[in-house]
């Protein structure tokens, strides 16, 4: 089950996973993109795919959608808790609203499917949980703070859930990549609103992103769909509680 799986990197996780050979969630605010990208899953993999509209935040409807997991499949292999949002401000010009949306998605969701996929996962004595985390996890993010603090909380969830599940055979990690710098949220948003924030252009800001790498380049969807399947998989049986970098070596702790 991949959380903001319709577009972007979850579209991507939800097409790896098929291909590694899973049978696929496609959870998404959007149902009718998330309804489009099932349906491409299935159809180049040949695995099960289907889509549940979901909004993370609220908890009816996260609860309702992994007991339609359960219904459909039987059981709950793998969470994926990749639903997210940015909304980038200073602080002393950061909105109320923003704040609370900000970490409604990328908090709120988090422990909300986490919850109610652990229920599952203990019944069973196995699962594993995988949250999409940031490098702004490990390190503050300037003029982005909403942001930061949803993702440092979030790697404080992950640990805290690998320790109360770790009797039941459940993992939990999370994965902190880089920027994304060709994804949907970059190119659809981040890149206008970082436009403004700085004074230069879109392409500027690209440019400037890409220079704080040490490895010069962006982060790529399969980049972090690598390190997720390990994590999924029983070769990283003996790791729980982690938040692997894949930053290109911007961020090392």
Known sequence: MVTGGAQGLGAAICLRLAREGCDVVVADL?????????LAVANET?????????????????????????????RLDI???????????PVDEMNLRDWKLVMDVNLTGYFLCAKYAAAVMKRQKSGVIIQINSKSGKKGSFKNGAYAASKF????????????LAEY?????????????????????????YSKRLGVSEEEVR??????????RGCTYE????????????????MTGQAINVT??????
């Open 169 to 193: 055979g459940v993992r939990v990690n999370a994965i902190c990549p880089g920027n994304l710098l060709d994804s949907p949220l970059w190119v659809g948003s981040l890149y206008e609103q």
């Open 153 to 164: 909380g979030g790697i404080g969830l992950t640990q805290s859930i690998a320790l109360e």
């Open 248 to 253: 290109g070596g911007q961020e090392m702790r």
């Open 223 to 238: 980049d972090v769909t690598n390190v997720l399947v390990f994590l999924a998989s029983d070769q990283s049986s003996y």
């Open 30 to 38: 959007n149902a009718e993109q998330a309804e489009q990208t099932a």
């Open 207 to 216: 440019q400037r992103y890409i220079d704080q790498v040490p490895m010069r």
């Open 79 to 89: 969470l994926v808790a990749n639903a997210g949002v940015v909304r980038s401000s």
């Open 46 to 74: 040949g695995r099960r795919a289907i889509a549940l509209p979901v909004n993370v935040a609220d908890e009816e409807q996260v609860r309702e959608m992994v007991d339609a997991v359960v219904s459909e499949f039987g």
